[in-house]
């Protein structure tokens, strides 16, 4: 299958202006946004949102495109999974540049961010072999009758993402959807759409056939319109809990495969057997990198017993070395909020916490930028006394704040744990295997990290949450990927001459 350059189209994109690619770039018609850097209030770009007609284009190009590439055999799709991931290689430090300066990350946060990323390139590469995972044939379940499995692509799947990781997210469904025969449409976050068309660049570079893997841009509107689209077969989302449950919700009504990743509240407990100088560095990073808008940050951590103490002053003195400024900066361990909303909505949860009884011990509610005083800067803050009947140990704070709560003993910790309506991620620090065994156990998380603050699992692995970080059965990455795309047709047959 050859692509064919019919489309008016042209080569590459314009990094002032995020166009949709359908087919080739193409420029929607709906409305036109600002994309604001977050550090310095400058204008970077603009967006222009995808209407329903475009969607409509979208998912018939898409649609058009899916019969060819299912007949292309997975040895040769994968051909382009592997050309995708060196184009991808080949522009790792253009897109970790460009997401800095979108979205506020460190460079090193957006470089570790890509090859994350790209590791699910890689993964899916594997595909010819994946494929066999769940298929077979058994002979002679009857007499002369064999019986055989076998996976099928289902069509256009669609997947829609948030803000905080622009790159890493979308090749978390990417490459799983088209390496098994489906096609694809991406819908990058409104706020961050400028690193989604440097991978298509790289998509666009990987020659895949027109049509099997697409870019629309928009907001909710424009989600909505895939949501209800007849041919759309499936939909992988990742973003907030009530958007996750709404997107389940209406997808499934309309019959279609769903996966939604929600928000989290994650906490991380240290007992007395942990190794501190080790423990507190890594505590640091899970609660303020990428200024605390991880999944997976634990934004409260549990001292239990004695440990109380001596953590509390090793954390203090930790924060008090992060430099905050523009991720684009060398130095910088902070980089700016999202938008000026967030960080007045982060600014309002310190507030209440202060009213509910927690004390502040470091106040980065007042730092401004030097340079940069239109940044939504918010300076690393911790609160001590944190109880589970507070709002803000129960409610994703997605900012760099760090709660300090204390319980008696590893029980009561794990009664912490559980409190809240998500089961996203969790870490203990210990060198019990004991207690590391307990909280497995009985820690009611998808992703559990011990002496590991934030517990990415590999591309090979599947990652999701649970409780109301998720909503669904399949999640994603590595062979529930494979299981979400695919369904298994199963034959029987005998013959009689
Ligand atoms: P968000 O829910 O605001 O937006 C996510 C996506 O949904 C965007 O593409 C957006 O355009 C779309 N959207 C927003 N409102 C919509 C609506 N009403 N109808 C249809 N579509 C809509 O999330 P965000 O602020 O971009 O991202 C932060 C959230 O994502 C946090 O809660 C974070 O925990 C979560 N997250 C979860 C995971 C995970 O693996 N569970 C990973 C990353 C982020």
Redesign the pocket.
């Known amino acids: 299958m050859t692509k064919s350059h019919e489309q008016p189209r042209t080569t590459t994109a314009e990094p002032d202006f995020a166009r949709n690619y359908v087919g080739g770039w193409t420029e929607p018609n709906g409305e036109t946004e600002e994309i604001i850097n977050p550090a310095t209030g400058e204008k970077l770009a603009q967006v222009r949102y995808s209407t329903a007609d475009d969607v409509a284009d979208a998912v018939r190009t898409a649609h058009d495109a899916f019969e060819g590439w299912r007949d292309t055999s997975p040895v040769e799709r994968v051909q382009y999974i592997f050309r995708l991931k060196q184009e991808l290689e080949d522009r790792q430090e253009e897109i970790a540049r460009a997401l800095s300066r979108e979205h506020g990350k460190t460079v090193a946060e957006a470089s570790g961010e890509i090859r994350r990323g790209i590791e699910n390139v890689e993964v899916a590469a594997g595909m010819p072999n994946m494929l066999r995972e769940g298929s077979g044939v058994v002979e002679g379940v009857a007499p002369e009758m064999d019986e055989s499995a076998v996976r099928q692509p289902l069509g256009v799947f669609t997947a829609?993402?948030?803000?905080?990781?622009p790159a890493m997210?979308p090749l978390w469904f990417l490459p799983y959807a088209v390496a098994t025969g489906n096609t694809f449409i991406l819908?990058?976050?409104?706020?961050v759409p400028l690193s989604s068309q440097l991978i298509f660049e790289a998509v666009d570079a990987a020659s895949f056939p027109e049509g099997v893997v697409n870019l629309v841009n928009g907001?909710?509107d424009t989600?909505?319109a895939l949501l209800t689209h007849d041919d759309v077969a499936g939909v992988s989302f990742?973003?907030?809990?009530p958007?996750a449950q709404?997107?389940y919700q209406t997808a499934a009504a309309e019959g279609k495969r769903v996966q939604a990743?929600?928000?989290?509240k994650n906490y991380a407990v240290v007992t007395g057997s942990a190794v501190l100088e080790e423990t507190v560095p890594n505590i640091i990073g899970s609660v303020y990198g990428n200024a605390g808008q991880r999944?997976l940050a634990n934004d409260v951590v549990v001292g239990v017993g004695d440990v109380y103490d001596d953590l509390r002053e090793r954390l203090l003195d930790a924060v008090d070395d992060l430099v905050v400024g523009p991720g684009i900066d060398e130095e910088t361990d902070v980089g700016p909020l999202i938008t000026a909303d967030s960080r007045e909505r982060v600014l309002g949860m310190i507030e209440d916490a202060i009213d509910e009884g927690a004390d502040l011990v470091v106040d980065g509610r007042d730092f401004e930028h030097p340079e940069f005083p239109e940044g939504n800067f918010l300076g690393p803050t911790l609160l001590e006394g944190v109880t589970t009947d507070m709002e803000i140990a129960q409610t994703?704070i997605?900012g760099p704040v760090l709660c300090l709560a204390s319980a008696g003993d590893l029980d009561e910790a794990i009664a912490m744990v559980n409190s809240t309506e998500y089961g996203?991620a969790s870490s203990l620090y210990t060198e019990r295997g004991s207690e590391a065994r307990q909280y497995r156990y009985e820690v009611d998380a998808g992703n559990i990290g011990i002496n590991v603050g934030v517990c990415a699992p590999m591309g090979f692995f599947h990652?999701?949450?649970r409780k109301g970080?998720?909503f669904g059965d399949l999640h994603a990455q590595g062979e529930d990927a494979v299981n979400f795309y695919t369904d298994k047709t199963i034959e029987i047959e005998r013959y009689y001459s």
């Open positions: 829609v993402v948030p803000f905080n990781f997210i819908k990058p976050s409104e706020k907001g909710a989600v909505n990742v973003g907030s809990t958007v709404y997107i990743q929600g928000g989290a999944c994703e997605f996203n990652f999701g949450g970080s998720f």
